[in-house]
């Protein structure tokens, strides 16, 4: 089903997302600056076309996800003038139905199971390494983008934080926390709100390097090319036998659990408080987190 366009409200006047190949490194870079770089659904889609054609390129070896500005990604986008979740997309990461012609629960839950749960998992697999460039907010949904990426290298000034539980919600959709980090520390993450620094994101194996913000993209980029002179196919039998390891140790299917609880959370808030997301506009959350 082909998707319908976006209102003018929603357009963006420069492309949400960049593309550039250089040598056998793919460049996708978020580019919602303004507003540190919250996905809406024309970024989403737009994140998957940079992907897939990443994958079908056979000069790309490796690929670096990266946000412009002073922040990798401040997480879904709850309130900007370009905010899109009432319009309808081309389907792409699942079957179920067009979410802008329902209403409630439903509308929600066949929503997220696309854009956020089923595009998440759609990333993690491709069959290429994915190292994500990371400085300033990496929250909630920034959080989803990071974590379905095969190594992170951050700068100082990254900071980590999934404050969700303050809308009475159990987690991001993509609930990679317990596989992320160790449970307790998984808990105490969640439980707090608090963020996490990108040293204690290091010495928890959450990340893979540390480097000073100067030094981001330059680092990144030495160890992508370090990676892209291995075997092609090689290094994509390798990513997969780590994530079937994973996925062993029970990922996806508590992925599908915690997802499911995620929606219960919505579901409650929508009878009992304000909205789906319990009162906690953009404008309440950075109160709440500073």
């Not at 040598?23 to 737009?46: D, F, I, K, S």
């Not at 929606?263 to 997301?277: G, K, Q, R, S, V």
């Amino acid at each position: 089903m082909p998707a319908h366009p976006a209102s003018d409200e929603a357009r963006e006047e420069e492309p949400v997302v960049l593309y550039e190949r250089r040598g056998p490194l793919a460049h996708v870079t978020m580019n919602r600056p303004r507003y540190r770089n919250a996905q809406n659904g024309a970024m989403t889609y737009a994140l998957d076309d940079a992907f897939y054609r990443a994958a079908d390129d056979p000069a790309v070896k490796v690929i670096v996800l990266a946000g412009a500005g002073a922040h990798f990604s401040a997480g879904h986008d709850i309130g900007t003038p370009g905010r899109d979740a009432h319009l309808p997309f081309e389907r792409r990461a699942g079957l179920w139905w067009d979410h802008s012609r329902r209403t409630g629960a439903e509308a929600r839950f066949a929503r997220e199971s696309e854009v956020y749960l089923g595009m998440c998992r759609r990333w993690r697999e491709l069959p290429k390494p994915v190292i994500a460039s990371v400085q300033g907010a990496c929250v909630a949904g920034g959080l989803m983008l990071a974590w379905v990426c095969d190594l992170i290298v951050a700068a100082e000034d990254a900071f980590f934080a999934d404050p969700v539980v303050r809308m009475g919600i159990p987690g991001v959709e993509y609930f990679a926390h317990p596989w992320a980090m160790p449970p307790r520390v998984a808990k105490e993450f969640l439980y707090t709100g608090d963020r996490m620094s990108a040293r204690r994101a290091h010495e928890i194996g959450m990340v893979n390097r540390v480097v000073e913000p100067a030094e981001l993209a330059a680092a990144t980029e030495l160890l992508a090319l370090r990676i892209a002179g291995m075997p092609a196919f090689g290094l994509a039998l390798t990513k997969r036998a780590v994530n079937q390891a994973e996925d062993l140790q029970g990922l996806h299917t508590g992925m599908d659990s915690a997802f499911g609880l995620h929606h219960l959370a919505h579901a409650h808030n929508a009878e009992t408080a304000a909205d789906p997301l319990g009162g906690m506009d953009v404008a309440a959350m950075k109160e709440a987190n500073g």
